[in-house]
């Protein structure tokens, strides 16, 4: 697979999580349309970010994440999903190992405005 092309065959997203070696460097497992969808180990906390541009998908499969916003926090167990709205800055943390399916448009930097040493490149899995 390569950036932009369709998913042609299934997706087992555990054997996609267990290609990934450290917390907060996700992995693209396919494209629907203009967006990537990318899987992530978190543990411990992020950077302060926002996107401009995009809302921030976020989708737990496995453990619990904090996300937390300015005015208050998102806690999210397996099977339930938020989506910051562009714009707001956040930022996830997880006490226990946790999985994450994320969805946003290609090209979005993981860091957004944010930068620094957790950026992330395009690692397709």
Known sequence: MTTGEPITEKVNLAAKLALLEKPFQPGIVGHINDYKLQVVKVRGSFVWHKHEETDDFFLVLSGHLTIHLRDGDVELDPGELFVVPRGVEHCPEAAVDTEV??????????TGDAGGELTAGQLII
Request: glycine content about 10%; proline content about 10%.
């Open 101 to 110: 399916l994320l969805i946003e448009p290609d090209g979005t930097v993981n």
